[in-house]
Antibody, heavy 118, light 108 residues
Framework: EVQLVESGGGLVKPGGSPRLSCAAS????????MNWVRQAPGKGLEWVSS????????YYADSVKGRFTISRDNAKNSLYLQMNNLRAEDTAVYYC???????????WGKGTTVTVSS | SYVLTQPPSESVAPGQTARITCGGN??????VHWYQQKPGQAPVLVVF???DRPSGIPERFSGSNSGNTATLTISRVEAGDEADYYC???????????FGTGTKVTVL
């Protein structure tokens, strides 16, 4: 079964630096582009970052550029999001999703919740 | 940055047709994808590349894209179609993913 499972969320203080993980299974992870998408409480979907299959192309939303770092380990079938200098407006459910590169997101994880509060 | 605008809500009676629009500058020149999201769940892809359906998605879901508007059409609406729907493109000019503002579909 194709599956993505996020972890690493929780309650974080402003300025904190959690790292989210996404474990992939059931498909050839190294063949796919991967993404992070977030959804603030009661709000719409917001694309956060994308990384190509070989990590050669990386893109960030303006709202997180310079604070978040996306990475992947194809040997471990895992995607990561290092989040630094968190703000209240980063509070959201964070989803990982796969695509073939600059296309549609056909598989999504269930998400992990990050709450930024003192 | 590229903006995709959707109506906040759409109400439709069971058995009728729902049409959800997604407006963007010259969106007809881009590939548009649509997602359904039910409360507390992750989004699910329902249409990709303007009008193609993933396996397992009913034929009742269809899409079109031309000019400045893309449209998701849900025919013969069922109670289970009640959800939020989002359009999405990859904006090549900025190399950013972009989601529409979302439309809440209510089945009367």
């Amino acid at each position: 079964e194709v599956q993505l499972v996020e972890s690493g969320g929780g309650l974080v203080k402003p300025g904190g630096s959690p790292r989210l993980s996404c474990a992939a299974s059931g498909f050839i992870f190294s063949s796919y582009n991967m993404n992070w998408v977030r959804q603030a409480p009661g709000k719409g979907l917001e694309w956060v970052s994308s990384i190509s299959s070989s990590s050669s192309h990386i893109y960030y939303a303006d709202s997180v550029k310079g604070r978040f770092t996306i990475s992947r380990d194809n040997a471990k079938n895992s995607l990561y999001l290092q989040m630094n200098n968190l703000r209240a407006e980063d509070t959201a459910v964070y989803y990982c999703a796969r695509d073939l590169f600059k296309s549609w997101y056909d598989v999504w994880g269930k998400g992990t919740t990050v709450t930024v509060s003192s | 940055s590229y903006v995709l605008t959707q109506p906040p809500s759409e109400s439709v009676a069971p058995g009728q047709t729902a049409r959800i629009t997604c407006g963007g500058n010259n969106i007809g020149s881009q590939s548009v994808h649509w997602y359904q999201q039910k409360p507390g769940q992750a989004p699910v892809l329902v249409v990709f590349d303007d009008s193609d359906r993933p396996s397992g998605i009913p034929e009742r879901f269809s899409g079109s894209n031309s000019g400045n508007t893309a449209t998701l059409t849900i025919s013969r609406v069922e109670a289970g179609d009640e959800a939020d729907y989002y359009c999405q493109v990859w904006d090549s000019s900025s190399d950013h993913g972009v989601f529409g503002t979302g439309t809440k579909v209510t089945v009367l």
